[in-house]
């Protein structure tokens, strides 16, 4: 199993991604620079969060005209996982490998919290070390997190079960504050249909070691180690 | 050179006559502007350096003292930790977004160029009532954003701060920024130009002519026509950045880096001037060869011009292509301007023409100004200001405090700051004091940056000393113990005798502690002229103290959180010493008083007290006593833990005449700690042995915060504390809570 972890000018959780997957789980992963990339060889791909291009005219729409995403498009097509990041949830939306968009908080502000997030879906190659229903804590650090789809397109994502995480409170409930950003439907993350795209704006890499937690809980690491179960 | 004629300078007639003197001949413009610069307060010290000789650099872990880009601490390993303070006060207040956010930009590179990564950012801010005044809150909104999306944007997580509000920074508010690098010892690259026949390399943005004489504006008082100076704050661009800090710490790898220095104040002009008289060597450069942003910049203006984002590398002569192909991967801009050579002269030439030509060393060093300091007279006044009436609601005054803007919960602010990315955040803003970060060889340190402008006004000398007192007992709360110092010291008008004085007692106060406490400054910054025309009024005097701490082993790090059931114990005296006091102020409007006085002898064996009783583990939950004192402390501690206490007052070591004294007090040396009912006598052994008060004083229980002292008891809801405490700052600032 080899991930590759793409660094665009600007990411700033690349090497927090790469130091989870190789000193927290031992897997081989290297870092990828977007210009000189080909990912043959490579059994998956993380996008990581940051400010891809300086976030400059949209998040993420710039990094989503990159030379390596037509090397991602084709792990996607092959069925290899794709897991987009905060910022990575960003490009994969501008790059149309995910549907809705990404807009600002709604306090237009960023936040950075730690928040609850329920699994709605625990059918992916990315959940499936989760319960259905579980609630888990990791962190958000971002401007533009608010998911939006249109009416038509949220009835699609319904219908092909690709909400794969929502905010909460703490025991499984919705309230107003438990939404950092405004999200329509409290949405925290989606899938494709196939479900081997991922885009959460939660970041699990910074929920990977209990030292880092303030509830000592390493809930975000379940999601790397799905990936690694594929095996490859 | 008729446009140099119109850029005004500050440079006094002496100063003209030494270069002058030096010279043996008239300077031209240019030589004028650049000296102009580089002899402002701002980039000199003219006026601090005698003073600031009092502070001791020396110490075990000390790599690197003051005078470079940052200090450099031995953390063990072959791992160092980089550190430096600084401010953008002038442009923040008139442009506070931009004049914030080039301010992170400015210190990031700083870390930068000593070869460190930056790892994290402290801030500490300054502003005017935001209860009163529409203009401050303006400026701390946008201060605020200005700093989250620069740090957040160029991902190095900003860890902690402080923000404090008096009327006296509402026309200069103060935006001061702390950052921290980690490296190898062997990967360190000093802003020395030494070999003759290196390449000077400009690398990063373009040279404009934001930010012209930056550094001659932030060295005078603020007048009505600053509105009109934007064209001095600076542009920022953290993507820029970003790029500038990747492509940097992959060409310092190539091992062909042999020296660094960011622009920062004073331009190209400081930057050359430094590596050459660092090196001693000198350098010329082809401004031609300067890329510009605007076509038809003068000389004077490339020279001085103090646009963002921008590093000058010296690199070893041979190498320019291994190291510019690494900046065009970034897509960072880089040309060789120049070369070092072994005249020690800065020349400057446009083709083959020489613009100005004049010795490194002289520019590096301005001529020093011996200030003359008098004791204001309100000193003396205010210190004997009659005490207020002890008011009957202690209750509803204890809600009133915690929701001063002061002392309320400043998760409005950090909420808006990356405080995570980099994974080092072990300790994280609203958790504890001083954030703890984890270092690559395991250890941890905690950093944490104080001031107290109130105390410092009614008692410079122990405001200051215990601005560094009140640092210290941050990173001693949670574990640590302070192995170095930074510091920044930010008047007013240094030319005024009271203003001087207030200085010199400040540095007395900071110098004497760390002497005391054997803790080295490792580096600072002195910002005069943070005063304005308009009101009349200087600022408060400000010192700022920023500890770092070390731990060995994650085991000793502590929190402030309490479990039901845990004993309450407190480390210290409590003093009537309310001068300066939020309670005083802001409770019954007093400006006056006796200030908390610092001990050094007690301090000495406090600080060798708490970190044997952190080292063995007795303290499940600690916190430090400073701003609203004891009740503010307990108020906090309860709210964070979730659960009430019953404090018996007649417990508390005092020497206070009143409960409103012992409640709100803000004397020095004081902790809370949490332990069991089983470590409670040991801890109280450890701290006889050191001859430090300690005493049981109840215990965490319930729901609410009981205070008794056998004739009146105060009661107080965790929950309506909380509400107070953490819904102020969001509702002065119009967000919903």
């Known amino acids: ?232 | 050179m008729k446009r140099a004629k119109q850029l005004k300078l500050n440079l006094t007639e002496e100063e003209v006559d030494h270069l002058r003197r030096e010279l043996g001949r008239e300077p031209n413009d240019l030589e004028l502007a650049m000296a102009d610069a580089e002899w402002s307060e701002h980039c000199s010290y003219k006026s601090s350096k005698p003073l600031l000789k009092l502070l001791p650099t020396q110490g075990k872990h000390v790599i690197l003292g003051p005078g470079y880009d940052a200090g450099v601490v031995d953390v063990g390993d072959g791992y160092v930790l980089t550190a430096h303070i600084e401010s953008h006060n002038h442009p923040s207040a008139i442009d506070p977004y931009g004049g914030a956010a080039t301010g992170v930009g400015g210190i990031l590179r700083d870390i930068l160029c000593m070869g460190t990564r930056p790892i994290a950012l402290l801030d500490v801010l300054r502003f005017g009532s935001i209860s009163t005044s529409s203009h401050s809150k303006w400026l701390f909104k946008h201060v605020v954003r200005g700093i989250s999306d620069y740090g957040n944007c160029v991902g190095v997580p900003t860890v902690g701060g402080e923000v404090e509000f008096d009327e006296s920074f509402e026309r200069n508010c103060l935006v001061d920024v702390v950052c921290f690098g980690v490296g190898k010892r062997s990967d360190l690259v000093l802003a020395e130009a030494r070999y003759p026949g290196d390449s000077i390399m400009l690398v990063g943005g373009l040279t404009g002519r934001d930010g012209l004489h930056g550094s001659s504006f932030a060295s005078a008082v603020l007048t009505e026509k600053s509105e009109q100076e934007r064209s001095a704050v600076q542009i920022p661009d953290p993507f820029a950045e970003k790029m500038i800090i990747e492509a940097t710490l992959e060409a310092i790898a190539t091992g062909r880096v042999r020296g660094l220095k960011d622009l920062g104040g004073g331009g190209l002009s400081c930057a050359l001037s430094e590596v050459a008289a660092k090196g001693s060597t000198g350098v010329e450069v082809d401004l031609t060869k300067v890329p510009l942003r605007e076509e038809d910049m003068h000389p004077i203006e490339i020279m001085i011009s103090e646009s963002q984002e921008r590093m000058l590398f010296i690199v070893q002569g041979g190498y320019e292509e291994e190291v510019a192909k690494i900046f065009r991967k970034y897509g960072v801009r880089c040309a060789v301007i120049g070369k070092v050579t072994d005249d020690k002269h800065m020349t400057i030439k446009r083709g083959e023409e020489v613009l100005a030509r004049i010795r490194a060393d002289l520019l590096a060093n301005a001529p020093i100004i011996y200030r003359s300091a008098k004791k204001p007279q309100y000193i003396d006044e205010l210190r004997k200001a009659p005490k207020p009436e002890e008011p009957r609601d202690l209750a509803q005054r204890l809600l009133q405090l915690l929701s001063l803007p002061n002392i309320a919960s400043k998760q409005w602010v950090y909420e808006q700051y990356d405080h995570e990315v980099g994974l080092k955040t072990v300790f994280k803003p609203g958790q504890t004091g001083a954030a703890v970060l984890r270092l690559p060889n395991g250890k941890f340190i905690a950093v944490r940056a104080d001031g107290n402008s109130k105390h410092c006004f009614l008692d410079p000398y122990n405001g200051a000393a215990g601005v560094f007192a009140e640092a210290c007992r941050n990173v001693l709360a949670v574990g640590t113990e302070p192995i170095a110092m930074l510091d920044h010291l930010q008047f007013g008008d240094p030319s005024n005798p009271e203003v001087f004085w207030t200085f010199s007692e400040c540095v007395r106060g900071i110098a004497d502690y760390a002497k005391s406490l054997n803790i080295p400054c490792i580096g600072g910054k002195v910002s005069f002229y943070n005063e304005d025309r308009v009101s009349g009024k200087a600022i408060k005097p400000t010192p700022v103290v920023a500890v770092i701490g070390l731990a060995e082993s994650f085991d000793v790090l502590t929190k402030c959180y309490f479990d039901a059931g845990m004993r309450v114990l407190v480390v210290g005296e409590t003093r009537s010493e309310l001068g300066g006091s939020e309670y005083y102020e802001s409770i019954h409007g007093l400006v006056g008083g006796v200030v908390p006085q610092v001990d050094f002898d007690y301090e000495k064996r406090l600080h060798r007290c708490m970190l044997k009783i952190m080292n063995l583990r007795l303290a499940k939950a600690v916190e430090d006593v400073s701003k609203g004192g004891l009740a503010a402390a307990l108020a906090e501690v309860c709210i964070k833990s979730g659960v009430g206490m019953v404090i018996d007052l007649k417990e508390v070591p005092h020497r206070c005449e009143r409960v409103d004294e012992i409640l709100f007090s803000e004397t020095h040396g004081r902790f809370i700690i949490g332990a069991d009912r089983r470590d409670e006598s040991r801890i109280k052994r450890i701290c006889a042995s050191f001859n430090i008060p300690c005493e049981t004083i109840g215990e965490a229980k319930g729901d609410d915060l009981v205070f008794e002292s056998g004739v009146r008891r105060i009661e107080v809801k965790v929950e309506e504390l909380e509400r107070a405490w953490r819904s102020a700052i969001p509702r002065l600032m119009g967000d919903e809570v």
Not at chain 1, 11 to 37: F, I, K, M, P, Q
Not at chain 1, 82 to 101: R, S, T
Not at chain 1, 212 to 230: A, C, H, N
């Open chain 1, 1 to 232: 199993m080899r991930i590759a972890v793409i660094v665009f000018p600007g990411s700033n959780c690349d090497r927090d991604v790469h130091h989870v997957l190789t000193n927290v789980l031992g897997v081989e992963a290297d870092l990828v620079w977007h210009a000189e990339g080909d990912l043959r060889g490579y059994d998956g791909v993380i996008l990581p969060g940051g400010f891809s291009y300086g976030d400059y005219l949209r998040a993420g729409v710039i990094a989503a005209f990159s030379p390596i995403m037509r090397e991602v498009r084709r792990m996607v097509e092959e069925g290899k996982p794709v897991l987009g990041i905060c910022n990575g949830f960003q490009i994969l939306v501008e790059a149309g490998l995910l549907p809705g968009a990404l807009m600002r908080n709604v306090g237009l502000k960023f936040v950075c919290k730690w928040v609850n997030l329920r699994v709605e879906n625990n059918e992916t190659i990315f959940t499936r070390r989760y319960a259905k229903g579980q609630v888990l804590r990791m962190p958000i650090a971002h401007n533009e997190g608010r998911y939006y789809i249109d009416p038509a397109g949220l009835k699609e994502l319904k219908e092909h079960n690709q909400i794969v995480f929502r905010y909460t409170e703490p025991d499984g409930t919705f309230s107003e504050r438990s939404n950092p950003n405004g999200s329509l439907e409290a949405i925290a993350g989606i899938c494709n249909r196939r479900g081997n795209v991922l885009g959460l704006m939660p970041h699990p890499e910074r929920a990977s070691e209990a030292i880092l937690s303030p509830y000592g809980t390493v809930d975000g690491l379940e999601i790397f180690r799905s990936i690694l179960e594929l095996g490859g």
